[in-house]
């Protein structure tokens, strides 16, 4: 067996014609591909490429072998054989070539590898060069691209870093221009990021007579601060549209609204943009790394704090804050029997915004998630205690003292919000949030999702500081805490001193981390079947975000576009902000009117986060042949809004005969129907396969 030494080769390399190769690249292949040892100086089962010089001289070293060289002259591809001896050197190329004519199946196999060669190269750069935004494999882009954008992004931080921040839209429009074309407006309700462009038409910025997104110094004149921004942070896109929100105009659209931010390592956080709900609110954006306030240019610093929040416990993920700093679970004072208390004169004026996050064991449970006190039996206390479905329905009780016309309990409901009178069945093991507002002198208040407030029977007294504050127990007495909760858990307590802004309460009751969900479809969403199944991952998920749902059996895709729009000027209108899921599974319409239809609701939606799921075939509703083309109709023109079931279904087939046959027919097998004449999702695989659908979607597009 040869050895593995390297032999030198040097010399003019010539052609059998004796025309020397200048300046080309040989392509060495050895012909007997044989494994070798881990480590060793040549990998034998892949291509060597040299260089000879202008002189055509080679000089290189390889070990042992039979070798196919490959050189491309100006004619043609040439092919030669070399054969490198296990001897002492050097050895000229002149020496070594063979005559014999080379093996076809060889040859074949030294194109193939040359091609992959060559092809693996191109791929390599375009891996390295290819243009910005132009794709080297879906949704992927090269290091160039990469390093642009980075570029670019650290540019735009720069300038906004630099950017004056000014108060008022008459301060902006006073600005020079020559010194700054970027700039940051705090206007209450008018927040935001402006450039300058001197080419807006005075048409153009006098149609926008509330200056939402044109702030023109002099309204006879071209140029204004565009509120439309691109500054390589992806697209700093605010909507040109405004929502009216209980009376205030908050910007949203693209840019959704929350309450708190997601941690900023997620993949999908990179380049991503959210107005932080407060007071007053602020443009975050996140580097991949950490999160910054674009509004005024600090690292948002702890991420996880809600905004405007005193203190915050969350018991799941081990975060901890009160007193203006960051605590530890250690911080806490352990409670005999279960729960924690801590002793912290709560400094507030009169107005306590209380969240609360817990999921239960049983359909009732027994003791208290949160409670404060002043000292008791004389002075105030907060108890939020136990209650259960069969007696009460989803809600939970408080119990406040002092209250007018006398102490006594409170009921906040926690329920997912419905338009429709079916029966809410809720899993026992779901996660639920309740907010309450407490304001001395005023009524107590509770919000249920997507930002209901609603009134108490009681007023309350005159609130005084909290001495001691119980966690997942009974703070009341003198002594030690007690009563803690039993079959519940209490995953997170958030306390505010101050009144919240309308779109903060929204983002604080229903949407967290993310956008709250309205479902909207006919008789597929009856009894809440799919509604739960999705609350039920959004638990799994470890997920807690606002849901709501309208619905009605044997109602068209047109008539669900008439409820949604019937939404105006009602408390409903609120979810137009929500992401819409199109839910109409019994779909009876053309793919026009169902195109029409959701042109209709998209003039009212205030973003771009909506999904269309794909409707199930029936045999009583659809003529299942003309399917495929209505549904591609509808796709094509859904673009990435479609969310795609009928394959996915037929995947979900149990390979029973009555299954496969369904699917045969081109429908959703049994085993997800109520029956095989009833193409209903059933409560139980049905309605997990199709809120499976809906969660992926939105977290496919980074909507949960």
């Excluded at 927040?191 to 023109?216: K, M, N, R, Y």
């Excluded at 996880?304 to 975060?319: I, M, N, Q, S």
């Excluded at 479905?389 to 006594?408: C, F, M, N």
């Excluded at 499976?692 to 939105?698: K, M, S």
Aim: glycine share 8%; net charge negative; with cysteine.
């Amino acid at each position: 067996m040869p050895s593995e030494t390297l032999r030198r080769i040097t010399g003019a390399f010539k052609t059998p014609a004796g025309e020397l190769v200048r300046n080309k690249s040989l392509s060495f292949f050895k012909t007997r591909r044989a494994a070798i040892p881990q480590g060793a100086s040549v990998v034998l089962d892949e291509p060597v490429v040299f260089q000879t010089d202008a002189d055509g001289v080679l000089d290189c070293e390889l070990v042992a072998g039979n070798y196919t060289v490959l050189v491309r002259l100006a004619d043609a591809d040439r092919y030669f054989r070399l054969i490198v001896p296990d001897s002492a050197g050097p050895h000229t190329p002149a020496s070594l070539m063979d005559a014999a004519p080379i093996d076809e199946g060889v040859l074949t196999l030294v194109q193939q590898a040359q091609a992959a060669a060559e092809a693996a190269r191109d791929l390599a750069e375009q891996w390295a060069e290819e243009d910005e935004d132009s794709a080297v494999a879906s949704g992927q882009f090269s290091a160039k691209h990469h390093a642009l954008k980075a570029a670019a992004s650290a540019a735009a931080a720069a300038a906004v870093s630099q950017a004056p921040v000014v108060a008022t839209r008459a301060a902006l429009k006073a600005i020079g221009t020559g010194t700054h074309t970027l700039a940051l407006l705090n206007e209450p309700d008018r927040e935001g990021l402006f450039e300058w462009d001197a080419t807006v038409l005075v048409a153009t910025h006098q149609a926008d007579a509330q200056e939402i997104t044109f702030v023109a110094p002099d309204p006879a004149a071209n140029g204004a601060w565009v509120r439309h921004a691109r500054l390589g942070l992806g697209s700093l896109v605010e909507p040109a549209r405004v929502r009216d929100l209980r009376g205030l105009a908050v910007a949203s659209g693209a840019v959704p609204v929350v309450s708190e931010l997601t941690d900023p390592t997620l993949a999908g956080n990179r380049g991503r943009r959210v107005i932080l709900a407060g007071q007053p609110p602020i443009l975050a954006w996140c580097d991949g790394a950490k999160w910054w306030d674009l509004t005024g240019g600090a690292e948002i610093t702890p991420w996880w704090l809600p905004r405007g929040a005193v203190l915050h416990c969350d018991f799941t993920e081990g975060r901890f804050y009160w007193d203006g700093a960051e605590r530890v679970l250690g911080d806490l004072t352990a409670v005999a029997g279960g729960g924690y208390s801590l002793n912290w004169d709560l400094d507030f004026v009169d107005t306590i915004w209380l969240q609360i996050e817990w999921s239960k064991d049983a359909l009732a449970f027994a003791g208290h998630l949160f409670s404060w006190t002043s000292g008791h039996p004389g002075g105030d206390r907060i108890e939020l205690s136990d209650a259960d479905v069969a007696t009460y329905g989803d809600a939970i009780r408080w119990y406040l003292k002092p209250a007018t016309p006398s102490a006594g309990y409170q009921w906040a409901a926690t329920a997912t919000r419905s338009d429709n009178t079916d029966a809410v069945w809720i899993h026992a093991d779901q996660r639920k949030r309740s907010v309450v507002r407490m304001k001395s002198g005023e009524v107590f208040k509770s919000l249920a999702d997507n930002g209901d407030l609603v009134d108490g029977t009681l007023s309350l007294g005159t609130l005084a500081v909290p001495s001691k504050i119980g966690f997942g127990c009974r703070a009341w007495a003198a002594g030690d805490p007690d009563l803690p909760a039993s079959d519940a858990t209490l995953h997170r307590v958030t306390i505010w001193t101050q009144d919240l802004s309308a779109p903060q309460i929204a983002a604080v009751s229903g949407s967290g981390v993310a956008a709250p969900v309205h479902l909207l479809g006919d008789s597929f969403l009856n009894l809440h079947s799919v509604l739960g199944r999705f609350q039920q991952r959004l638990q799994t998920e470890g997920k807690m975000l606002g849901i709501s749902q309208d619905h009605a059996g044997a109602s068209t895709l047109t008539q669900q576009a008439a409820r949604y729009a019937a939404y105006a000027g009602t408390e409903r209108e609120r979810w137009w902000d929500a992401t819409l899921v199109i839910v109409d599974g019994g779909l009876t319409e053309t793919a026009e009117q169902a195109i029409e239809a959701m042109r209709t609701m998209l003039g009212y939606i205030r973003h771009d986060r909506w999904l269309y799921l794909q409707a199930a075939p029936s045999a009583t509703l659809d003529p299942v042949v003309a399917l495929p083309e209505r549904d591609a109709i509808i796709k094509a023109w859904c673009g990435d809004h479609f969310v795609s079931t009928l394959a996915e279904a037929w995947a979900e087939s149990d390979g029973s005969p009555t299954d496969e046959d369904q699917v045969a027919l081109g429908r959703w097998p049994v085993s997800l129907t109520v029956s095989g004449a009833d193409f209903h999702p059933n409560a139980t695989l049905g309605a997990q396969f199709l809120a499976g659908r809906i969660y992926d979607a939105l977290e496919a597009r980074g909507w949960v």
